[in-house]
């Protein structure tokens, strides 16, 4: 896959990551909702870890750039499904 390619991923999924995680956190939960505050917390910490795989993509590390934008979408992807509840529990 060109360098090209791997960048543009990347930065596509540092941003949803970005845009993810504030909405989660300025978002919140309902007191009381303990399944709400754990998928919560659980988008937020799948959704920087995406985040941060997703920056270490942008940097010119060979091979290492194409695993940490495939893994970067696999934590995205995870933190979506938190978000919307199909894991984690509603």
């Known amino acids: 896959m060109s360098p090209a390619?791997?960048?543009s991923v990347s930065v596509?999924?540092?941003v949803v990551a970005?845009?993810?995680l504030a909405w989660v956190t300025v978002r919140?939960?309902?007191p009381g909702d303990a399944a709400g505050a754990t998928r919560m917390r659980s988008t937020q910490q799948t959704g920087l870890i995406s985040l941060?795989?997703?920056v270490v993509a942008l940097l010119p590390l060979g091979v290492v750039r194409l695993v940490a934008a495939?893994?970067?979408v696999v934590f995205l992807?995870?933190?979506l499904g938190f978000f919307?509840?199909?894991l984690g529990g509603r």
């Open 12 to 14: 596509v999924v540092a």
């Open 70 to 72: 495939a893994l970067a």
């Open 77 to 79: 992807l995870l933190a």
């Open 18 to 20: 970005a845009l993810l």
């Open 52 to 54: 941060v795989l997703a």
């Open 5 to 7: 390619v791997v960048r």
């Open 28 to 30: 919140g939960y309902d």
């Open 84 to 86: 919307s509840g199909v």
